[in-house]
């Protein structure tokens, strides 16, 4: 994972402290005897629970790194793991660099984020983390290289995350992950990340997918793991900015029906559908982001031949092109789900200034999301 990972080497890299760091350990310490000492006293938690989905009850999403779609429809280790589910053919990421499609996947926008950097989404904003907390559904990162639980990424970038200790607690490192299998406590929602070297970002899809395939092969057979799973892989970006940003996905696990494995879906994904499954499955409340719209089919979507997804919309966070922090729409609706009640609060009174309508939206930099003119009174 990109801009985490590269910060794992401690000593080797500084970075610009955004926040004031959350005692007792620091998400972005980087001197070798603050990692040590945050290491030896850091919270670590594994809680579990048993929460029927609809189709699964566990989801476990392993994030591999910028392959074009062809390359890795064209490795024999990619297409073996595809015909043990179902290829999705329709699947693409949201901008570029990786950042913001990490960010996508937790909170449904990315304010704007066209570059690595580590940052801090203002604490107002929810993440799906609050969504299964609010179902008892238990979740947790497993993120390899990390020194200690809660050290920076893509979940510590939200300060709702990363300020609240028993949440940061459940951003954990590959050598929890095999603590928790060993001890049957692995979490109902999970997002894996290999360091850079296993994820292909630093190799190729070759390597990447063999590490895929050779992680879960073992897990595949283990009950600890596998119980009525649904196990989503996925790139976070294509490689080539010119073309489309088509990424390889597929879907295996005990929770795919036989009759559909080795089956291929075309619908078009990104990453909003990954919360947007989770919602569905789960009877979740929803963050009223892009999150309510996504996993409808883009058939009919104006513009679609013409977008690359290759660049990121303004926002606050942008480096070209500021643009206000939207809203979430505290009304929203999808079969008859709604807005989380938390977030309803957080944002009472500001209807009129969100920029989601709860249908398919898949703005990119060149078809920007359009504020409300409300908007222009700020
Ligand atoms: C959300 O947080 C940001 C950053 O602190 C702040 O500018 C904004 O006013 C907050 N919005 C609400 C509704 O509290
Ligand atoms: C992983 O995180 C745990 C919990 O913070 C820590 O005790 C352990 O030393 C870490 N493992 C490695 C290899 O850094
Ligand atoms: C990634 O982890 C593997 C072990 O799984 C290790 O051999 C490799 O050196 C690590 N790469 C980085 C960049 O830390
Ligand atoms: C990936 O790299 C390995 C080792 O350098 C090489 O053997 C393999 O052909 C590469 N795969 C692709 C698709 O280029
Ligand atoms: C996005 O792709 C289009 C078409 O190849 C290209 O013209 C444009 O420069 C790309 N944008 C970026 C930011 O790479």
């Not at 029927?52 to 793991?81: H, Q």
């Not at 060149?366 to 908007?375: C, G, L």
Request: with cysteine.
């Amino acid at each position: 994972m990109l801009f985490s990972t590269l910060l794992v080497a401690a000593t080797l890299v500084s970075v610009a402290l955004a926040v004031p760091a959350p005692a007792p350990a620091s998400p972005t310490a980087t001197d070798t005897t603050d990692v040590y000492a945050a290491q030896a006293t850091v919270l670590t938690l594994s809680p579990v629970s048993n929460v029927k989905g609809k189709a699964f009850d566990r989801y476990v999403s392993i994030w591999l790194e910028n392959t074009d779609y062809a390359d890795a429809a064209a490795d024999p280790t990619m297409e073996a793991l595809a015909k043990m589910g179902i290829k999705l053919t329709g699947s693409y990421a949201v901008t570029h660099p990786s950042e913001p499609n990490y960010m996508a996947a937790f909170a449904g926008d990315y304010w704007g984020v066209n570059g690595d950097s580590f940052l801090a989404v203002p604490s107002n904003v929810s993440t799906v983390a609050d969504l299964l907390d609010d179902k008892g559904i238990s979740w947790g990162l497993y993120q390899e290289g990390m020194p200690y639980s809660g050290y920076q990424g893509p979940a510590i970038v939200y300060k709702s995350i990363a300020n609240t200790p028993d949440k940061a607690a459940k951003v954990k490192n590959f050598t929890m992950f095999y603590e928790d299998l060993k001890d049957d406590k692995l979490p109902q929602w999970m997002f894996i990340t290999p360091n850079m070297t296993n994820d292909g970002h630093d190799t190729n899809v070759t390597f990447a997918a063999k590490w895929c395939k050779e992680f879960l092969t073992p897990l595949l057979s283990d009950p600890h793991f596998m119980a009525n799973t649904l196990v989503h892989i996925t790139f976070d970006e294509n490689e080539d900015y010119t073309i489309q940003n088509q990424i390889f996905t597929v879907l295996l696990g005990d929770a795919v029906p036989a009759d559909l494995v080795g089956t291929v879906d075309d619908n078009y994904y990104n990453h909003y559908s990954e919360l947007s499954t989770v919602e569905a499955n789960w009877d979740l409340k929803t963050l009223g982001r892009w999150d309510v719209g996504a996993n409808w089919n883009n058939d009919d979507y104006p513009a679609f031949d013409k977008m690359f997804f290759n660049s990121s919309y303004p926002g606050i966070f942008s480096s070209t092109k500021w643009a206000p922090q939207p809203v979430p729409d505290i009304h929203s609706r999808r079969n008859g789900r709604t807005t989380l009640d938390s977030i309803q609060d957080t944002w009472k009174g500001t209807d009129d200034l969100n920029y989601y309508h709860g249908e398919l939206e898949i703005p990119d930099g060149a078809y920007p999301p359009v504020y409300p003119e409300a908007f222009s009174a700020y």
